[in-house]
């Protein structure tokens, strides 16, 4: 039993499919952090130089003060609209990485799908595929002209 659901879990876990989810998980949450610093680093800093030095993450809108009088103690309310300004800026750069990547794929999977284009070299199992329907297609047309002739006599 054990070694069985141990099986499965290998043919689950070495699947191409999983590879290639925990290869993109991994490439994403790099990607994450490279755009956070790039947000907070690179662009927002001149953004805070044409807005009089504004630091766009500690920038809220309070809507009760805090209170701490020593014996009660009330945490503030507030509106953090910095951080979600800052967490715009990235859903817009990381949206704008995605649409140039898909676009650079897309044009090139429209390359290697052009029949016309021979710099593309063809796969082997999309060669043998190819060879197969033509061979498929012959046995049909064979197979109509025999039928065509014996109908005939």
Known sequence: MKLRLFK???EFAVKG???DIAIGVIIG???NKVIDVLVKEVFLPPLSL???GINWSNKKLILREA???GTTKIDEVAIAYGKLFEVFVDFLIIGFTVFLVVKFMNSIKTKAQDPKNKTV???KDIELLSRMTELLEKQVAIAE???TNNSKQ
């Open 8 to 10: 499965e879990f290998k």
């Open 17 to 19: 499919n999983m590879i």
């Open 50 to 52: 044409l807005t009089d």
């Open 145 to 147: 002209k025999n039928a």
């Open 67 to 69: 209170v701490d009088n």
């Open 29 to 31: 949450t790099a990607f």
């Open 121 to 123: 070299v063809t796969p």
